[in-house]
């Protein structure tokens, strides 16, 4: 179910999984300024009511730069400062690699398939 639809990405509601998918094919400086402020609006309205689950589906993004990988980064700490939890799925083999460069990858949490990471919400519930 669609909950929010912007310029940049789509929202919707999995169960108690948001899961944000970008429309755009870039995260880059040149459409910085107006991603950003959508997805750090959508984090105020979601992490409102306490700790969330938040899914980000790359599979549209086909390049990204040191602004979109700060954009990123900011906003995965952000939900984890707000006892939340953000995944990343569906990267493309190029942003992946851009992810690795940067040393990023260690401190994202990673899924191959938006599947998979909704599913590993549900694993993690099931061991606390």
């Not at 086909?62 to 990123?72: H, P, Q």
């Not at 260690?106 to 519930?125: I, M, N, P, Q, Y």
Request: overall charge negative; glycine content about 4%.
């Amino acid at each position: 179910m669609t909950v929010v639809s912007n310029r940049s990405f789509y929202v919707e509601q999995v169960n108690d999984v948001t899961v944000v998918c970008f429309t755009v094919s870039a995260l880059v400086e040149a459409n910085y300024e107006f991603v950003s402020d959508e997805l750090f609006d959508l984090v105020e309205q979601v992490t409102s009511s306490g700790p969330v689950q938040v899914v980000v589906d790359l599979g549209s993004i086909r390049n990204i730069d040191d602004w979109g990988l700060a954009m990123l980064r900011a906003f995965h700490e952000t939900i984890e400062n707000h006892a939340g939890m953000a995944i990343l799925c569906r990267i493309t083999h190029r942003v992946m690699q851009i992810i690795i460069q940067s040393g990023l990858n260690k401190g994202f949490h990673l899924c191959d398939t938006r599947r998979e990471a909704v599913w590993s919400f549900s694993d993690t519930a099931a061991h606390t």
